[in-house]
């Protein structure tokens, strides 16, 4: 895996809200970002619309397919947890030995409520595990709202818990989210631990819902 200075990031499934909300933040870090999409139209025209809404034609992201994306020196897994598998199967041989971030949540609508889904194996970031045998997995941005990453002008200050499969995975991921200014990586442990951040989500997003506002995590104890 490469050191984390200035690097080629692919989303795929990025043109959701939190696929472009990440790639939006990473491409103001200065890396290049390319938003995936099954349909590489979409994609530059979703990416376009937001360069122009916030005045940032400058920034170096562009919209691709998924496969285009896939190819980046960095991925980052941003489809809902029912496409995962299907997205991400295809792609394996681009995949091999990189280093690939997972922000997929398993959540379920119950009344007001986002509850959490226990997935098949055993969490969204095991199951990518199980498809990426030779990648490296990392889990990342799980609990940061998609509102405040999509405004570009929304100063971020929020704690990103960090999980992933190796050290090197933990700690490349913990630069990357280093680069976005207002978000601050803490480093958890291991792909043992992955459930429970995403499942965790549940609490702020109910708890969002709840109190109309936009929750995220700030740890206190931390040197
Ligand atoms: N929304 C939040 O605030 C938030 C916060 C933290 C984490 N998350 C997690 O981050 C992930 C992305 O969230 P999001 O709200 O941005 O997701 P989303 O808008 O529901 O989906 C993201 C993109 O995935 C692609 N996609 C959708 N269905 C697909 C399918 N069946 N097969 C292949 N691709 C499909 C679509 O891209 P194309 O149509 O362009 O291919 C879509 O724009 C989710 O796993 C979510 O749990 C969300």
Known sequence: M?????????????????????????????H?????????????????AKKKEFNSLNLTISGSINETAAKSDV???ATPAEALHQTVSPL???????????MVNFLTKVGREMRPVMPAY?????????????????VAFNH???????DLNF??????????????????????VRSIKGLNPVAI??????????????????????NKSHLSIKFRGLE
């Open 75 to 77: 991925v980052i897994v």
């Open 2 to 30: 490469e050191k984390i200075e200035k690097i080629t990031i692919g989303i795929l499934g990025g043109t959701g809200p939190m696929g472009l909300g990440v790639g939006f933040r990473l491409s103001q870090a200065g």
């Open 32 to 48: 290049s970002v390319l938003i995936g999409s099954r349909d590489e139209q979409r994609a530059q025209e979703v990416v376009e």
């Open 189 to 210: 442990g291991s792909l043992a631990l992955s459930y429970s951040i995403e499942s965790f989500t549940s609490v702020l997003v109910s708890g969002s819902i709840r």
């Open 155 to 176: 100063n971020l200050d929020s704690d990103v818990a960090i999980v992933g499969s190796s050290k090197d995975a933990i700690s490349l991921t913990s630069d990357l």
């Open 144 to 150: 940061m709202p998609a509102e405040e990453l999509l």
């Open 122 to 138: 055993g969490s969204m970031a095991l199951e990518l595990q199980h498809i990426l045998k030779d990648s490296q997995i990392a």
């Open 92 to 102: 394996k041989e681009h995949l091999s030995s990189k280093l690939v971030i997972s």
